[in-house]
């Protein structure tokens, strides 16, 4: 928890990214901003070389973990040249050395992180995300407000991240490393929820900049502090089995975990609306400009906990995952924050255009056509669904069939599914299982998410009234 404390204070809170890297939009930076865009795009280049290299690192992680701790102290060495350097006039040869120092230091603490809770991950384990999560904010970022003290814990973090990682158990043996893996692929493989989160952190980014560019940040951490709040709250709940579950649901299992998060993005989505119509309304200067950025940065904090999810159910490998819908998001978000919207938006390096209005009406109405598309898509998917069992079973009667005894077993399956009220995914999840199939088999038989194949194999359970795979090959007379 402290270690990922530590974590949060480069992943989340900008102030202390800023005590390195001074951006064009405050009063200190003296012309060093694009020392900042550099570490982004050095973090932009390493994700481009770790896909391909992905079981490389996941081995180095794995049997040589004191190889984060060399890239934490690295971190730690280039922040440190970063802040010494930051009241001389013009680019430093020290500041310069920093940019690579820092980008390693993060990237190594973001995969590292990532590779121990997708082994861990639970519902303690979103628990305990959260309690990081707070801890980072009323602790490091209430400690940031003083400038000395947050140059130390600039400078500290990316080591303290490491070495409470390393402190950690990490198992030598057991692990296979996945597969190298092209982009393309992993985004083919990635749940499409992921791509909406991901949507919604890059537009969030726009009103960021346009946000920080005016100055009025003074709402922001009173704001995160409540949300933050909210969010360890609803996963205590959630881990108690009290909320997004019903009675009786495992709280880690992948499917509740995943609707539990596609909830409180529902939620986030709603204010992240509010507080754009609220910009929209009365002007980047009040409120709802903060409402937006910090709805965006709690997003990012589920997204973390989807990718989580998705890994641990065995669907993609964590470095190919985590380096392309995380650090290189991350990475991309911070220049359109930082670097693309004040150049968009300012003249003469001090005017801001009347242009941000309509920005952010052009990002409400992209994220609108989205969110209806994605709905869209599962309406389709789920009528897809709901005509199978004609295909499946009556509209499979009049087709000829190759064998008496295959005929006789579709009858079977038939009386059965009628009989206990069994749609026809269940039943052939639950025929297909019976057989000897494990549940990542069968979904990929089906083409199916893993998730929505245990789904349909407990609905199936509960409906035939037998609690073991032994009684459900006696039940469907398989054995």
């Not at 509740?256 to 409180?264: A, G, P, R, S, T």
Request: charged fraction near 10%; aromatic fraction near 10%.
């Amino acid at each position: 928890m402290i270690g990922m404390a530590f974590f949060w204070v480069y992943f989340r809170h900008q102030a202390f990214f800023q005590a390195l890297y001074p951006l064009a939009t405050s009063a200190e930076s003296g012309g060093h901003a694009m020392l900042y865009v550099a570490v982004m795009l050095v973090l932009l280049v390493l994700c481009a070389l770790a896909i391909p290299l992905a079981p490389r690192i996941e081995t180095l992680l794995r049997k040589h973990p004191v190889s984060v701790v060399a890239a934490g102290a690295a971190g730690s060495v280039g922040a440190w040249c970063a802040v010494a350097s930051s009241g001389a006039a013009g680019v430093s040869a020290l500041q310069v050395v920093s940019v690579p120092l820092v980008a390693l230091g993060f990237f190594a603490a973001c995969l590292a992180w990532a590779r121990y809770f997708v082994r861990v991950f639970s519902a303690r384990a979103i628990t305990l995300l959260a309690l990081s999560y707070v801890l980072s904010l009323v602790v490091l970022s209430c400690l940031g407000f003083n400038s000395q003290v947050r140059d130390a814990i600039a400078v500290a973090s990316p080591l303290c991240a490491a070495l409470c990682w390393y402190a950690l158990p990490h198992p030598a043996t057991g692990e296979a490393a996945g597969p190298a893996l092209g982009l393309s692929a992993v985004i083919k493989k990635t749940d499409p929820y992921v791509l909406l989160f991901i949507a919604f952190l890059l537009a969030g980014s726009f009103v960021r900049g346009i946000v920080d560019l005016g100055g009025a940040t003074d709402f922001r951490w009173p704001i995160s502090i409540a949300m933050a709040v909210a969010v360890l709250a609803v996963c205590v709940l959630y881990q108690r089995g009290r909320f997004f579950q019903g009675a009786g649901e495992d709280p880690n299992d992948a499917s509740n975990v995943e609707v539990m998060v596609l909830k409180c993005w529902v939620a986030l989505a709603l204010c992240f609306f509010l507080g754009a119509f609220a910009f929209l309304v009365a002007g980047p200067d009040f409120v709802g400009g903060q409402v937006v950025v910090v709805s965006r940065s709690t997003l990012d904090f589920f997204l973390w906990i989807l990718l989580c999810n998705m890994v641990k159910r065995g669907k993609l490998p964590f470095v190919p995952v985590f380096v392309a819908c995380s650090i290189f998001v991350e990475a991309l978000s911070w220049i359109i924050s930082y670097s693309l919207t004040p150049s968009l938006l300012l003249i003469s390096g001090t005017k801001r255009l009347a242009a941000s209005e309509m920005l952010v009406l052009v990002i409400v109405f992209v994220l609108l056509a989205l969110i209806i598309a994605f709905l869209g898509v599962i309406v389709l998917r789920n009528a897809k669904k709901a005509s199978a069992p004609a295909l499946s079973f009556a509209a499979e009667a009049p087709v000829q069939v190759e064998a008496a005894s295959d005929s006789a077993e579709q009858a079977d399956s038939l009386s059965i599914a009628q009989a206990y009220h069994l749609t026809a995914r269940e039943m052939e999840v639950a025929e297909l299982f019976s057989r000897g199939h494990s549940i990542k088999k069968v979904a990929a038989t089906l083409f199916i998410s893993t998730s929505t194949a245990q789904s349909h194999i407990k609905s199936a359970y509960r409906k035939l009234g037998v609690h073991t795979r032994d009684e459900l090959i006696e039940k469907l007379g398989n054995g």
